[in-house]
């Protein structure tokens, strides 16, 4: 991009440093298919994860050398990589992970994020409209925004409006609904034990 200051970002490491934190971020994103980090971070890792997806869906001997490269746990992912996730993918030109910001994790309020794999187990998006949907009357017709919302989660998903019928009935069914309740903020910079053991009266 002409007049860029830069290409990526730095995130403040060496080279070598910033390779091996974006390898170890996308070997986790392949291995659970949604993971937590700083939004930049995340941005960064989406990169890679996105043409990791797209050397699966080449399928040469080339790619997987590639993807050995890569991968810090290579005899366990690139199996996973060129097998369900490629299969997964076929059908979809692009887009293949989703970054969505959420609220600090860290005390220090660094920018929080999650890069997920797009219609995957734990694919956020398809969750929060499904439970739109079950919060809605039977009665009642879904707006545009929600319409708009269904269609693109179930697009490219193999059977997606069963799938998304299926756990709109699950969650009318529970009580409780599926609210998953967020981790407790990690502390960053840890209190002295002496400042800690002293009792102001």
Same mark, same amino acid.
């Given at each position: 991009?002409?007049?860029a200051?830069?290409? *990526?970002?730095?995130? %403040?490491? %060496?080279?070598?440093?910033? @390779? #091996? !934190?974006?390898?170890?971020?996308?070997?986790?994103?392949?291995?659970?298919? %949604?993971? %937590?980090?700083?939004w930049h971070k995340? &941005?960064?890792?989406?990169?890679? #994860?996105e043409?990791?997806?797209?050397?699966? &869906?080449?399928?040469?001997?080339? /790619?997987?050398?590639? #993807?050995? @490269?890569?991968f *810090?746990?290579?005899?366990?992912?690139?199996?996973?990589?060129?097998?369900p996730?490629?299969?997964?993918?076929?059908?979809? $030109? +692009?887009? *293949? /992970?989703r970054?969505?910001r959420?609220e600090?994790?860290?005390?220090? @309020? =660094?920018?929080?994020?999650? !890069?997920? !794999?797009?219609? +995957?187990?734990?694919?956020?998006?398809?969750?929060?409209? =499904?439970?739109?949907?079950?919060?809605?009357?039977?009665t009642r017709?879904m707006?545009?925004? /929600?319409?708009?919302n269904? @269609?693109?989660?179930?697009?490219?998903?193999?059977?997606?409006?069963?799938?998304?019928?299926?756990m709109?009935?699950?969650?009318?069914? =529970?009580?409780?609904?599926?609210?998953?309740k967020l $981790?407790?903020?990690?502390?960053?910079y840890?209190?002295?034990?002496?400042?800690?053991?002293?009792?102001?009266?």
């Open positions: 991009m002409a007049g200051k830069f290409k *990526y970002r730095h995130l %403040s490491r %060496s080279s070598s440093h910033r @390779q #091996a !934190l974006l390898r170890n971020l996308v070997t986790s994103l392949f291995k659970h298919e %949604s993971i %937590s980090t700083t995340a &941005k960064e890792a989406q990169r890679m #994860a043409k990791l997806v797209t050397l699966a &869906k080449k399928d040469t001997e080339a /790619t997987r050398r590639r #993807a050995h @490269q890569i *810090y746990t290579p005899h366990e992912m690139v199996p996973k990589l060129f097998g996730i490629r299969e997964r993918y076929l059908d979809r $030109p +692009g887009g *293949y /992970t970054v969505l959420i600090p994790l860290k005390e220090d @309020q =660094a920018e929080s994020a999650i !890069l997920e !794999l797009v219609d +995957g187990p734990r694919d956020l998006r398809f969750a929060m409209t =499904a439970k739109t949907l079950a919060r809605l009357p039977e017709k707006n545009e925004l /929600t319409a708009k269904v @269609q693109k989660v179930t697009q490219f998903r193999k059977d997606g409006m069963d799938s998304l019928r299926d709109v009935k699950k969650m009318r069914v =529970a009580d409780k609904g599926w609210d998953e $981790p407790e903020p990690k502390r960053v840890q209190e002295e034990k002496s400042r800690k053991d002293m009792h102001y009266p």
